[in-house]
């Protein structure tokens, strides 16, 4: 019912920036909630940052990327992005979005995973 596309990793050199998209599409009648998460080998995945529509977006970040990601949404597109400045070697793992989503027909809302893209930095 709903799918979750990202797109925009890649290979990039230390200090870099990359932006990452994942925009949502189906049955939607809300999104309350869009994150993304990080899964690098042999770790376990980790959360990195989440927006939150109460009216207003609420953003919230790691510590350990506070001050270099920053994430956006476009309710209209049903879209999150995460921009990636700095980009440091321990930067490099999978990236995952997940949405929180109602859709047509529910009373309640349901967590969807992306299919994840790689981000490598090198050194």
């Known amino acids: 019912q709903v799918e979750l596309v990202e797109s925009g990793g890649g290979l990039v050199q230390a200090g870099g920036s990359l932006r990452l998209s994942c925009a949502a599409s189906?049955?939607?009648?809300?999104?309350?909630?869009m994150g993304w998460y990080r899964q690098a080998p042999g770790k376990q995945r980790e959360w990195v940052a989440s927006t939150v529509d109460n009216g207003w977006s609420d953003s919230n970040y790691a510590d350990s990327v506070k001050g270099r990601f920053t994430i956006s949404r476009d309710n209209a597109k049903n879209t999150v992005y995460l921009q990636m400045n700095n980009l440091r070697p321990e930067d490099t793992a999978v990236y995952y979005c997940?949405?929180?989503?109602?859709?047509?027909?529910?009373?309640?809302?349901?967590?969807?995973w992306g299919q994840g893209t790689q981000v490598t930095v090198s050194s």
């Open positions: 189906g049955s939607i009648l809300s999104i309350n909630a």
């Open positions: 997940d949405a929180n989503v109602r859709v047509e027909g529910a009373t309640s809302y349901i967590n969807y």
